[in-house]
């Protein structure tokens, strides 16, 4: 996670709009209930909330299988980034790339 805030935080382009996080297999009903997979990302949030500073239109996207679309899911994944959820910058699309039963 360390590597990913120093690169994260190298970034100075005004032409920033999004960052994408794409779970390439659909997590399991026991991470999906859990805080664990969001917790560790506080830092990258703040870094997140800072982009908005000068690129206002800036949204992080959680790209998953049908869980985009789970209440469950995207309260999880708020709790995880709370900067970029109380701005209302969280976008949830389905993953075509997931393989779902």
Do not use: H
């Not at 999906?32 to 870094?47: C, E, G, N, R």
């Not at 209440?71 to 959820?85: I, N, S, T, V, Y």
Request: net charge neutral; hydrophobic share 45%.
């Amino acid at each position: 996670m360390k590597s990913l805030w120093t690169s994260l935080s190298t970034i100075m382009s005004l032409d920033l709009s999004e960052f994408v996080i794409e779970l390439g297999i659909p997590p399991s009903k026991v991470i999906q209930l859990s805080l664990s997979p969001w917790a560790s990302w506080d830092k990258i949030d703040q870094l997140f909330g800072c982009f908005l500073s000068w690129c206002p239109n800036f949204k992080l996207v959680i790209r998953a299988g049908r869980l985009y679309n789970c209440d469950e899911f995207r309260a999880k994944a708020k709790e995880g980034f709370p900067l970029m959820a109380r701005r209302d910058r969280i976008q949830f699309e389905t993953s075509y790339a997931v393989e779902e039963d």
